[in-house]
């Protein structure tokens, strides 16, 4: 059984930072791509960051020089390290990996930028 289980989110003020934490369970983690999405209110789910099995990454173009996405295979754990943070990545964050042209999905974690 497939599990993702995000954490970290939270209340932080604009300029500061939060890591989010994504632990997988049920996958040979190595093997698969991994993303961070976010969902704000009233808004689409959109693609934050991606890493590859091999460590290649991208960024949406919103979040580029800010975050940085990272996994520790021993751990079966991806990482998305916030820096910067502005209001307007006020969302909910989820965790996805891509299998057999399936998608799953963490219950997602809040994570609220504002003074």
């Known amino acids: 059984q497939v599990q993702l289980v995000e954490s970290g989110g939270g209340l932080v003020q604009p300029g500061g930072s939060l890591r989010l934490s994504c632990a997988t369970s049920g996958i040979i983690f190595s093997m698969y791509a991994m993303g961070w999405y976010r969902q704000a209110p009233g808004k689409q789910r959109e693609l934050v960051a991606h890493?590859?099995?091999?460590?290649?990454?991208n960024y949406a173009d919103s979040v580029k020089d800010r975050f940085t996405i990272s996994r520790d295979n021993a751990k079966n754990t991806v990482y998305l390290q916030m820096n910067s943070l502005k209001p307007e990545d006020t969302a909910v964050y989820y965790c996805?990996?891509?299998?057999?042209?399936?998608?799953?999905w963490g219950q997602g974690t809040q994570v609220t930028v504002s003074s």
């Open positions: 890493i590859t099995r091999g460590g290649s990454t």
């Open positions: 996805n990996a891509k299998i057999m042209n399936s998608d799953y």
